[in-house]
């Protein structure tokens, strides 16, 4: 039977609160107009991610590792260096998203919630073995589905969505394409890269049965096919979701008029429950939550393991904490950074900003490298990629590629 892990936690760690936020300004805003970024994303990320988890089981390495065994150290370090500084930015705003969501729903102080949640996904981390912790988080992706009851709860113009999502409505405003850059940078990521590798070499290091394709090359019809059903139930699960929490800000915030102050993804779910009601309410503050519990081990765990590998550290999730202290500690210490930003009064959205810059700044020759690697039989031997992978990975370097420098050019205009 396939398995699901690796890609199926991918996939839910991409709808972190970072990315509820922007997926509910975008329903509030735009309505049901930018639904179709949906279906056109969904082929562009999951052919990225499957080509990042095929390196990591070909080589039985995540990304950093084969970069410093490929390219020079500074391309090396200056990939590592944007993948931590985005990171620790994203960290602070989810751990200020989950805190403000846990205060909505159970009253009482912001910082002690995001305090709590911070230091109990460090511990968590730091004392579940590798395999007890990817099952708790596969049972976490259920969360995800608080949002397609959340949109089950109100009035949906489904004949409007069915055009609105196959049918793209395109408004040639600045607004409009500074939105759909940021639905694109917030669905590919750099961070989901390096965890998807490292999740795949991870799996060869922990399994005794498996080992890297270039050793045991007969396991790769079986390993490739599980890789390409898990990434792309993972990725298709993530476009869903995201789909939902556009379509239920459209049909609720959006249809009544009430866009102004949605900054967050806390402040979509406050502005729900006038138009929606109490259910629809806590089914989207506690799917908030949920999803941060996700994505914080996700964030924190891909710097750690590109910083590890890098610097050729012990690194492993299986690994207890003297077997792999300077792994854990970059865990500890990316987490509590995105703490204390938080607590010396950083603004979410102007971290998720500068997270967004980086990650605009880092997405598309990162991807470029990727497509390198793995169409190079120095690094692959014999498993270079299929066509529809190349085509298909080629296509979504492109279009990170336009979206980061229409990114870039829309942001120094608007400080300029």
């Not at 990162?366 to 296509?395: K, Q």
């Amino acid at each position: 039977m396939l398995r699901l892990g690796p890609g199926l936690i991918t996939g839910a760690a991409d709808d972190d609160p970072s990315g509820i936020a922007t997926y509910s300004q975008v329903g509030a805003q735009f309505g049901t107009a930018m639904l179709w970024t949906m279906l056109f994303s969904f082929p562009l990320m999951a052919a990225m991610q499957e080509i990042c988890a095929r390196l990591g089981r070909i080589t039985g390495a995540g990304i950093a590792a084969n970069l410093r065994k490929h390219y020079p150290k500074p391309l090396l370090f200056g990939a590592i260096t944007l993948l931590c500084i985005a990171n620790t930015f994203n960290l602070g705003a989810d751990i200020a998203a989950i805190g403000a969501a846990a205060q909505l729903v159970f009253g009482g102080n912001l910082n002690t919630y995001a305090f709590g949640f911070g230091l109990l996904s460090i511990l968590l981390q730091i004392y579940l073995p590798y395999q007890r912790y990817v099952r708790y988080l596969k049972w976490l992706t259920l969360v995800l589905f608080a949002y397609v009851g959340t949109a089950f709860v109100v009035r949906v113009p489904w004949g409007m969505v069915l055009r609105a999502t196959f049918i793209p409505a395109v408004s040639w405003t600045a607004s409009y394409w500074m939105a759909l850059i940021a639905v694109l940078g917030t669905t590919i990521s750099p961070y989901l890269f390096f965890w998807q590798a490292s999740e795949e070499a991870e799996e060869v290091r922990t399994r005794r049965a498996e080992s890297p394709l270039k050793r045991k090359p007969l396991q790769a019809f079986s390993q490739f096919r599980r890789i390409a059903f898990d990434t792309r139930i993972g990725m298709a699960l993530s476009n869903l979701i995201a789909f939902f929490i556009i379509l239920t800000t459209a049909t609720t915030i959006h249809a009544n008029a009430s866009t102004q102050g949605i900054r967050t993804a806390a402040d979509a779910a406050k502005a729900l429950e006038p138009v929606a009601g109490r259910f629809a309410f806590l089914l989207f503050a506690i799917g908030i939550i949920g999803t941060g519990l996700l994505a914080i081990p996700v964030l924190a765990g891909s710097a750690a393991y590109g910083v590890a590998e890098a610097l050729r550290w012990p690194a492993s999730l299986q690994s207890k904490p003297r077997q792999a202290q300077k792994f854990y500690i970059v865990i500890a210490a990316a987490t509590v950074t995105g703490l204390l930003l938080n607590l010396a009064g950083l603004d979410p959205i102007r971290a998720l900003y500068w997270s967004a810059i980086v990650n605009g700044i880092a997405a598309a020759p990162l991807m470029a490298m990727l497509m390198i690697m793995s169409t190079s039989p120095s690094v692959v031997r014999e498993f270079t990629l299929p066509l529809y992978l190349r085509v298909a990975g080629w296509a979504a370097t492109a279009v990170m590629l336009l979206a980061s420098v229409a990114f870039l050019v829309s942001a120094a205009r608007g400080s300029s």
